[in-house]
């Protein structure tokens, strides 16, 4: 059964800081790897996803990395602004199961300013 | 554009009683899921739909049933409540299945059975 971890799973940092968000996975047959993004008593909002045959993929601030001999993927988020705080979820569909997602729990991100 | 739209917001049952969740998106996506999310839990599928007239069962359909009479609503259904169902409801959609295209999520119904 896939298992996807999130760590840490709350993160305090400064403004302005760049910083990391990882996602691990234990199966590594996945179509695409995807990180979402969830503000409190809201639903997810998608930011990214990754292929399996990409190796990274960059949306304004955001670039998210996909290592999938290794099932790892990283967040990487620029100059952190006190709007990006929330929780940071990553997702797997694994080739096996369809349209079954399988999440990890998050990362709870505050971004102080 | 509304995206995923999910009614009521909250609600309260006493243990027994049925309810239906409704979820509408006006996206024209094919793929339709229904997830429960709990603490220390995270996000589980409960069922999914890939067409209009369609359904299928997630990891954890047990107590719930679903339809899909229409491409654009797909409802949730709890027939007797059980205080284990106590949870936050996310109904999203995918224009085709998670293995080419992102969720789109509505903002959820907080559900809590006494």
């Known amino acids: 059964k896939q298992e996807v971890t ?10 302005g800081e760049n910083l ?15 990180w979402f993004r ?4 809201k639903g997810l909002t998608s930011l990214l996803l990754i292929q399996s045959s990409q190796r990274e ?10 290592d999938k001999s290794s099932g790892r993927s990283t967040l990487y988020i ?6 990006d705080s929330a929780t940071y979820l990553c997702a797997v569909p694994q080739e096996t199961s369809g349209s079954r997602l399988t999440f990890g729990e998050g990362t709870q991100l505050t971004v102080n300013p | 554009n509304a995206g995923v739209t999910q009614t009521p917001k ?5 243990t027994g009683q049925s309810m239906t969740l409704l979820c509408a998106q006006d996206m024209n996506h094919e793929y339709m899921y229904w997830y ?16 209009e007239g369609t359904t299928a069962k997630g990891e954890v359909p047990d107590g719930y049933n679903v339809s899909r009479l229409k491409k654009q609503n797909f409802l949730l259904g709890l027939e007797s ?14 224009y085709l299945g998670t293995e080419r295209t992102p969720l789109h999520f509505g903002n959820g119904t907080r559900l809590t059975v006494t």
């Open chain 2, 36 to 51: 429960r999310q709990d603490p220390g839990m995270g996000l589980r599928l409960i069922h999914y739909s890939v067409g």
């Open chain 1, 78 to 83: 620029a100059a952190s602004q006190p709007g």
């Open chain 2, 81 to 94: 409540a059980a205080p284990s169902q106590t949870s936050v409801y996310f109904c999203a959609s995918s």
């Open chain 1, 6 to 15: 999130q760590i840490p799973a709350a993160l305090s940092v400064p403004e």
């Open chain 1, 20 to 34: 990391v968000l990882n996602c691990s996975f234990t199966d590594s047959a996945i179509y695409n790897l995807q």
């Open chain 1, 38 to 41: 969830q503000d409190p008593g």
């Open chain 2, 10 to 14: 909250f609600r309260v049952l006493k």
């Open chain 1, 57 to 66: 993929q960059t949306s304004g601030r955001l670039n998210a990395s996909l």
